[in-house]
């Protein structure tokens, strides 16, 4: 069985290595290179936790752990490092209620699938952390076994581990559209970096592309309702000896829902990481009011992708604010860069994962939302299962493709 993975992401990747280890024979096409600059997949970390307020999700980031775990020692590199996760509501406020309830239901889920996590009295946590104000706050739940992710880092590495089982190839290329005959997939078209042109013949077809893989389904199904929304997050220089109780041996990554901002600690090389929760949709450009933090968000176009500008000293200035408020040895600190990419998104930010009707041996994972890493090796696993054997593990159902009907 030859299977061609459109885009070499960590979806891309995970999926490849692991149909690889059922025995298919795997060709990625990915114009770039795993964890490449400026991808969904290649910052240097991302957030992986269990805490969801839906079963499903809960259920996907608990196996996901335990995956990133395994293959860590499998691959022996440190893909994820395992220092926590803080989820902060406050007292008042936007949403505080909505936030105190997402909180209760994750941690219900948690509780239902065995998982651990610590109730943590607010006037407790500037003892335990003191770079953090806590007067605010109504709860703080630590999920011990969440972390992050070495978003580049582990994306490379699998990608590298897939490619030693010997069945998968790694070709620098486009899909541009995929070929089919009596509704079932027969080959991909594809298009090299300096403009060649190719025909991968395919029993099967896996999109892992982003946004991009929306318009290789449209001809086939229509369009998916996926946007692609622009993101930044910012890196910074902390300053000492107040920055010293921001590295990660002295704090958890952390969620500050009532200000729709979450965060990584320093880890003594990339600086402290701190970022809006939400991307800043281009339809919203024209708006002072549209993003968090009072700015106008723009985006530009960069070889056809929608791409943010880098954001304005204004704009690194209202985070850092708000950030500082919070922790405030950050107050002292130095943007030392921003990094810009994209999600593709969905307007619940249900993932898209499945099997493509009416095309047989056509598969889709997209619309990830900013999640993917969180669930890559759970529903990755599940959907290299399902196209080698039809049996996905865990279901695959609540993630079942939404194409309008024309």
């Not at 109730?119 to 076994?145: F, G, H, K, N």
């Not at 880092?153 to 699998?158: G, K």
């Not at 759970?378 to 299962?385: F, M, P, V």
Request: hydrophobic share 40%; proline share 9%; glycine share 10%.
């Amino acid at each position: 069985m030859h299977v061609v993975v459109a885009g070499g992401g960590i979806f891309g990747q995970v999926i490849a290595w692991r149909l690889a280890v059922r025995g298919a024979r795997v060709t990625v096409c990915e114009p770039v290179g795993p964890g490449a600059h400026g991808t969904g997949s290649g910052d240097r970390t991302r957030i992986v936790r269990a805490l969801y307020d839906e079963p499903h999700f809960a259920e996907a980031g608990h196996r996901g752990l335990r995956l990133w775990s395994e293959w860590c020692a499998q691959l022996s590199a440190r893909l994820i490092e395992p220092i926590g996760v803080l989820y902060l509501v406050r007292k008042g406020g936007p949403g505080a209620d909505a936030f105190a309830t997402w909180v209760e239901r994750g941690v219900t889920h948690l509780r239902a699938l065995g998982a651990a996590f610590e109730d943590i009295p607010p006037a407790a946590v500037p003892t335990r952390w003191p770079a953090m104000r806590s007067s605010d706050l109504r709860r703080a739940v630590l999920e011990p076994a969440a972390g992050y992710a070495r978003a580049a880092l582990a994306t490379r590495t699998i990608a590298r581990a897939a490619a030693a089982t010997g069945l998968v190839v790694h070709t620098p290329a486009r899909v541009t559209s995929i070929e089919t005959t009596s509704s079932r997939v027969t080959s991909v078209r594809t298009v090299a970096p300096d403009g060649t042109a190719h025909t991968l013949a395919a029993d099967a077809v896996v999109i892992a592309a982003g946004f991009a893989g929306v318009a290789l389904l449209e001809p086939l199904c229509g369009r998916l309702p996926i946007e692609r929304l622009p993101h930044w997050v910012s890196y910074w220089d902390v300053p000492y000896p107040g920055g010293a109780a921001l590295h990660e041996t002295q704090l958890p990554c952390w969620a500050d829902l009532g200000s729709e901002l979450y965060g990584f600690p320093d880890d003594g090389e990339s600086g402290f990481k701190a970022a809006w929760h939400s991307p800043r949709p281009p339809s919203q450009a024209t708006s002072e009011s549209a993003s968090p933090q009072g700015a106008s968000p723009k985006s530009v176009s960069l070889q056809g992708v929608a791409r943010p500008e880098t954001p304005t000293e204004s704009e690194i200035e209202a985070l850092r604010e708000r950030v500082a408020a919070r922790f405030p040895p950050l107050a002292e600190g130095r943007c030392r860069g921003i990094y810009e990419c994209a999600y593709d998104s969905t307007a619940d930010e249900t993932f898209q994962i499945g099997p493509v009707p009416p095309i047989a041996g056509l598969w889709f994972a997209g619309g990830l939302s900013g999640h993917g890493f969180k669930h890559a090796p759970s529903l990755g696993e599940s959907l290299a299962a399902s196209v080698v054997n039809g049996q996905p593990e865990p279901d695959l159902a609540p993630y079942t493709l939404r194409i309008p009907r024309s």
